[in-house]
């Protein structure tokens, strides 16, 4: 009864009376960011309560699709695409510039079927984005998640980059205008893809990435974990001409796209200092850099003024390089 009341939306009983006479039901969708009702089992009434982020207007949002292709060895790879204008899921003669967008992790994560404040604000901004759940993501079975195990550098980034070229082919993306943008193994994978495929990407923006695969095992706080060296040992291993070779920072002189660094100065899972070996070594291949470092960050900036000017200064950055040409 209540998925026909909230058709299209995730449905969950988050709690209830001891008798079950009234339950608290949280409804969200990709549009939704989360709204909570006070449902009564006997009158099957439900009275609206509060909706999370109640200034966000759920008609003004872009629906977030899934989407599925098959990876060059084979593998079936899933994901979500997001369109601007009319979001319809349709190819037409407008490709739209689009932003891929590859999730941190990189295992024991994956991207949802969810209200997604980045993909919406970019999705406003007249931007398609395209998220991919490659190889070595959670929720596919282990045997699809150990299938990127000490495979970051090569098989993880030639999914996205398929994916990428999948929705050029279809044409929801126009081929001169793609950006890639992510945060931590996300911007691992930024950097990374614009390696492989630098004539792919026009533009590529880290955000607290990790550009040298060698300074995991030394700096960070993964190594002072419990059981942190060894999944660094099974995740990327230690393999020194392996580790150098899936090193972007080692690789700047194949790129091409325009890059933007983010970085916090306080970042113990991903020190500035790969951010910072990923900048000297582009400016001292000739390429221009665009840098934002928040000193009193981490692993993510995340007080409101600080984000306000982080996102302001992605959407400028993504206009310089990528915007529709009028």
């Known amino acids: 009864m209540l998925e026909k009341a909230f058709a299209g939306q995730n449905i969950s009983i988050t709690s209830r009376t001891r008798d079950g006479s009234l339950m608290l039901i949280k409804v969200d969708s990709d549009i939704n960011p989360g709204e909570y009702y006070l449902f009564n089992t006997h009158s099957k009434k439900a009275d609206f309560l509060w909706a999370n982020n109640s200034w966000i207007d759920p008609r003004q949002m872009h629906s977030m699709r899934p989407v599925e292709i098959t990876a060059g060895d084979g593998l079936t790879l899933k994901g979500y695409l997001t369109l601007p204008g009319d979001n319809t899921l349709t190819a037409n003669s407008t490709a739209h510039p689009l932003v891929v967008l590859p999730h941190g992790g990189p295992h024991f994560v994956r991207d949802f079927w ?4 980045e993909v919406q604000l970019l999705a406003n901004s007249g931007y398609a984005v395209l998220q991919v759940n490659f190889r070595g993501s959670s929720g596919y079975g282990k045997v699809f998640e150990k299938k990127g195990y000490r495979h970051w550098g090569d098989d993880m980034i030639r999914d996205i980059i398929d ?11 126009s081929q001169d205008r793609v950006c890639i943008y992510g945060a931590s193994y996300g911007a691992y994978a930024a950097l990374m893809a614009s390696v492989r495929a630098p004539d792919l990407y026009q533009c590529a923006i880290g955000y607290v990435g990790l550009y040298n695969l060698e300074y995991m095992h030394e700096k960070g ?5 419990w059981g942190g060296s060894g999944f660094l040992d099974k995740v990327i291993g230690r393999d020194k001409t392996r580790l150098q070779e899936f090193s972007p920072v080692n690789h700047v002189e194949k790129i091409k796209a325009a890059v933007m660094l983010i970085h916090g100065n306080n970042d113990r899972r991903v020190p500035i200092i790969h951010a910072k070996k990923m900048r000297d070594a582009l400016k001292k291949s000739g390429k221009d850099v665009t840098w934002l470092s928040y ?3 981490g692993h993510g900036v995340w007080d409101v003024k600080n984000r306000t000017q982080l996102y302001r200064s992605i959407l400028r950055f993504l206009e310089k390089h990528i915007a529709t040409k009028t």
């Not at 994916?163 to 929801?172: D, F, L, R, S, V």
């Not at 706080?221 to 974990?225: E, K, R």
């Open 295 to 297: 000193g009193n960050s």
């Open 163 to 173: 994916m990428t070229n999948w929705a050029i082919e279809q044409g929801y993306a």
């Open 114 to 117: 969810k209200y997604n404040p």
């Open 221 to 225: 706080d993964i190594p002072d974990f």
